[in-house]
């Protein structure tokens, strides 16, 4: 039923976890696909291999999200390979830990560079391509941290908040040009970012324990909430946040 069939889409940190999952998937439903990455070109490379045994284009573009000229110059390639962008995915992300009293400037802006700003960058950078073709989807990545907040991961918090709010604030924007802006808030999901945390039996324990479903989704879990907004039949839903965490946070 969803056929992406010649569509462009844009993965940013799409060499892992989610953004891997979802650039896989959007290749299944018949997407060419562009990943970029910040320094794992292995990985990247690994992601690249499987959308092609699908028969599918794809390559992917070392960018660091957090700097406007790279992300410029990144979307203008796409633009020049393409000719157009149909789907942007903003995935690209860090997560770290850290209380308040001990928190570095550094860790602090670091955060909010690459997961707030970096989704703006790339927002910014392929708006007006997407105005000119009359069409678009953008699906930002927040988490369950940005609706109701995370102890020791404030940082971590505050910039998905402020995915959320930017979400809903350009989605209003975009639209009257056939643009949908949406976001998927996904809770804990298996990743190598989070694999370590979870490794430790307390740690497995106490997050479960928060889960009604009782399990950490994987990659692929996340990866369908964002097929379903890249695709037509999401065709009604604008600025919203698609809660995906298993019943850890009920406010949708």
């Not at 060419?32 to 910040?38: A, G």
């Not at 955060?111 to 009359?134: E, H, R, S």
């Not at 927040?142 to 995370?150: D, H, P």
């Not at 991961?153 to 910039?159: L, R």
Request: hydrophobic share 40%; glycine share 8%; aromatic share 6%.
């Amino acid at each position: 039923m969803i056929n992406l069939e010649n569509k462009v889409a844009l993965i940013t940190g799409g060499s892992r976890g989610i953004g891997a999952a979802c650039a896989i998937l959007l290749a299944k439903a018949g997407a060419n696909i562009v990943i970029s990455y910040k320094s794992n070109y292995r990985a990247a490379n690994k992601v690249l291999k499987d959308i092609k045994i699908l028969n599918r284009q794809a390559f992917a573009i070392k960018c660091d999200v957090e700097n406007f000229k790279e992300v410029d110059k990144t979307v203008k390639k796409i633009i020049d390979e393409f000719g157009r962008i149909d789907i942007l995915i903003n995935n690209a992300g860090v997560w770290t830990s850290s209380s308040i009293e001990k928190m570095s400037e550094k860790t602090w802006d670091q955060t909010i560079d690459i997961n707030l700003k970096g989704t703006m960058n790339f927002c910014k950078a392929v708006a007006p391509y997407m105005k000119k073709q009359k069409s678009g989807r953008i699906i930002n990545i927040s988490s369950t941290a940005g609706q109701r907040g995370e102890a020791f991961h404030s940082h971590y918090a505050a910039s998905k908040g402020g995915i959320i709010s930017f979400t809903k604030s350009i989605a209003v924007e975009l639209i009257p040009f056939g643009i949908y802006v949406n976001c998927v808030a996904p809770g804990w999901v298996l990743t190598d970012l989070t694999i370590p945390y979870l490794k430790n039996k307390k740690n497995l324990t106490d997050v479960l324990a928060k889960i009604p479903r009782n399990k950490i989704a994987t990659p692929e879990e996340i990866a369908g909430p964002v097929l379903f907004l890249s695709s037509d039949l999401s065709n009604n839903i604008v600025g919203e946040v698609l809660n995906v965490n298993g019943g850890s946070v009920l406010c949708g």
